[in-house]
């Protein structure tokens, strides 16, 4: 009797700390941080997660940057909120690697040897430049907070995955890029709505 009450304790302790919004949301960061994105799919339900993914890839400098993002990639469960009996909030702190401070320094470093004096080196282009910055020990770091949505379905639980919540995940890339003209502003001024549905949904938060 005392075996099968504690091989149900067991049980019960593994289902517990298996499962879970917060559990949910772990993995599915865990494995896009992995760039598992096959894997990562798993916990959402955009069909197309995957494919967006795997979409940057364009060329070698596009694929630098991303992986950069993806292993810089630190985060922190803050806290769920059940909002019903199908939909949890989990809200999560993201740190990684503040892409408006890369790219504005990319910007300067570039007009710095635009009119360099020194005419024994060569300009660097834009790439070289970026490939710099993301390889400095010293790149600028920013936390964001953003909010995923949990639901129950007849698979498991999924993560309704917005384009606010990939944008927070890789250092805002997607704000800098829709902000390039406004680069070293606050981030009231640049401040960009996002889509309201589809993979492009969301807001962008502010840094803490």
Same mark, same amino acid.
């Given at each position: 009797?005392?075996?099968?009450?504690?091989?149900?304790?067991? !049980? &019960? $302790?593994?289902?517990?700390?298996?499962s879970g919004p917060d559990k949910t949301v772990s993995k599915f960061i865990d494995n896009v941080k992995a760039e598992k994105f096959n894997e990562a799919a798993k916990y959402t339900s955009d069909e197309n997660f995957k494919a967006i993914m795997e979409a940057g890839y364009n060329n070698e400098i596009q694929? !630098? &940057? $991303?992986?950069t993002l993806l292993k810089n990639i630190e985060y922190k469960i803050v806290k769920t909120e059940k909002q019903d009996d199908e939909t949890s909030i989990v809200t999560v702190e993201i740190k990684n690697v503040d892409m408006q401070k890369v790219f504005l320094q990319v910007f300067q470093n570039m007009v710095k040897g635009a009119f360099s004096k020194d005419d024994s080196k060569r300009p660097l282009s834009?790439?070289?430049?970026?490939?710099?910055?993301l390889e400095s020990k010293n790149k600028p770091k920013s936390k964001y907070t953003?909010?995923?949505?949990v639901k129950k379905t007849a698979d498991g639980e999924k993560i309704v995955v917005t384009a606010?919540?990939?944008?927070?995940l890789l250092g805002k890339l997607n704000t800098t890029l829709l902000n390039l003209g406004n680069l070293g502003k606050t981030e009231d001024e640049t401040a960009v709505e996002l889509p309201e549905t589809g993979p492009s949904t969301g807001v962008s938060q502010k840094p803490e």
């Open positions: 009797m005392k075996k099968i009450l504690l091989g149900m304790l067991m !049980f &019960l $302790f593994v289902v517990s700390c298996g694929k !630098f &940057l $991303f992986k834009v790439e070289e430049v970026l490939k710099e910055e953003t909010q995923f949505v606010e919540n990939i944008d927070v």
